[in-house]
């Protein structure tokens, strides 16, 4: 039995339908990447999966419960860090991540465990005895995840974690992702770092207008929408390198790709033949998904 799963899942803000016929699932200690552009509907999903968000038809359930009959207990399965940062400002950083494993059913030696664990991970011993109100965005957005975190529920959904984090932060987020996939949690992972979701090996699922657009792993991904591109580097006057990037159907293209370069081909310092990136495989789909859309 998945851990989540959505069927059929439609949500409408008046004309305007959020989602349009969604399903998914994710099992236990899988990571599923959530990608798409702004307004795609990855918020008003993870918002549906914790009741936040009513539905116009469809289902969610969390391990097994279904999530419009029975919120609350849908909702105890579930760890939700969500893009806007919910934190206590005048309590330090151990207090709200130790206050929120209580509020999830852990209690004295577990909780002290849970919690001194997932600071470390996380990277928040040096200010846990800070209070919040007295840190960055990023900081707050750490202590953000560690409490949605800290009871390891069965179910987590990680609405762009790591937002506003510097470099050793981001690998320590993810990290404690990989890890907790490793003990069984099921994960839902919103992203626009798309680097983010290769680190993960997760699988995929591409929201585009509130429908699914593509899923799968990252490499079927790669090979299903993925093409050769020549990056031609070109030198400027004053020394500057320019790249120029041209999609080809194979090394025959090459010749018209230079000419076409005219007298710029005289600045030609190198090139590179190379598959696409999971970046441009995202704008591709999504480019697909819109026209065929408009030609609708």
Sequence with gaps: MAVLEVRGLTVAYGDHLALNEVSLSVEAGQVLG?????????????????GAVRPRSGTVRVCGVDVASRP???????GYAEQDIAVFPTLTVRENVADWAALSGLRSR??????ARTLSALLLDDIADRQVRTLSGGQRRRVH???ATVSRPPLLLLDEPTVGVDPATRRAVLDHVLTLAAEGAAICY???YLPEIESLDAEVVLLNKGVVAARGAVATL?????????????????????????????????????????????????????RSSLDEVFERVVEDEEGALDAS
């Design 72 to 78: 609350r207990r849908a909702r105890a399965h579930v």
């Design 145 to 147: 995840c560690a409490m």
């Design 34 to 50: 959530l990608l798409g552009p702004n307004g795609a509907g990855k918020s008003t999903l993870m918002g549906s999966v914790v």
């Design 190 to 192: 919103s992203t626009h």
């Design 110 to 115: 577990e909780l002290a465990g849970a919690v």
């Design 222 to 274: 790669l090979r299903r929408y993925g093409r050769t591109v020549v990056d031609l580097r070109l030198g400027g006057d004053s020394g500057e390198v320019r790249t120029v990037s041209s999609a080809v159907e194979g090394p025959d293209d090459l010749p018209a790709i230079l000419q076409g370069l005219g007298p710029d081909l005289a600045r030609l310092s190198g090139l590179e033949i190379r």
